[in-house]
T-cell receptor, first 113, second 113 residues
């Protein structure tokens, strides 16, 4: 099992450009999540998908959109990138049930100039 | 507001020392608490998950305890090694929709040879 995979690993954008971050998991997990990690602010939830076909906003959704393409894949889109979106983005997944762990991908380091 | 705090932000110890990392949370009605390890430039690796009904969990040299009434969890690392150097994060699931996690900012641990 590859676990949770993310592409790309690194990306540099100019202000106003758009891009999509890809995430896939091969563990048959129901729930998937997108977080961003910034120095001094810890990890904050952007969007999540509790199950295939559903998506909901997290703590910091502004400027982002998501798509739960199928049970395996959950993508994060930046329509018009801003310097404030410079961050490390992590995707995670979790099996159904309250007492199960979240598993994280390796992250995408995004710089917006 | 439901918040998670980790103090200290950084800790440096000599090899072989037993150490305790602290995590506090503002609302005792948790479903579970998860401890993670993050190496520089890497994703998060789950170490232990404690369910709300449990008092502690052990994995190798790691022992995590939970005291809901006082809003605290500790991660005990026995006989620390330089390879334990990393940032340790705790995260709480308060049973919200999608089993969302709220993270502390982490404790950066350095174990000196």
């Amino acid at each position: 099992n590859a676990g949770v995979t993310q592409t790309p690993k690194f990306q540099v954008l100019k202000t106003g450009q758009s891009m999509t971050l890809q995430c896939a998991q091969d563990m048959n997990h129901n729930s998937m999540y997108w977080y961003r990690q910034d120095p001094g602010m810890g990890l904050r939830l952007i969007y999540y998908s509790a199950s295939e076909g559903t998506t909901d906003k997290g703590e910091v959704p502004n400027g982002y959109n998501v798509s739960r393409l199928n049970k395996r894949e959950f993508s994060l889109r930046l329509e018009s990138a801003a310097p404030s979106q410079t961050s490390v983005y992590f995707c995670a997944s979790k099996p159904a049930g309250y007492y199960n762990e979240q598993f994280f991908g390796p992250g995408t380091r995004l710089t917006v100039l | 507001k439901q918040e998670v705090t980790q103090i200290p932000a950084a800790l440096s110890v000599p090899e072989g020392e037993n150490l305790v990392l602290n995590c506090s949370f503002t609302d005792s009605a948790i479903y579970n608490l998860q401890w993670f390890r993050q190496d520089p430039g890497k994703g998060l690796t789950s170490l232990l998950l404690i369910q709300s009904s449990q008092r502690e969990q052990t994995s190798g040299r790691l022992n995590a305890s939970l005291d809901k009434s006082s809003g605290r969890s500790t991660l005990y690392i026995a006989a620390s090694q330089p390879g334990d150097s990393a940032t340790y994060l705790c995260a709480v699931d308060w049973g919200t929709s999608g089993s969302r996690l709220t993270f502390g900012e982490g404790t950066q641990l350095t174990v000196n040879p």
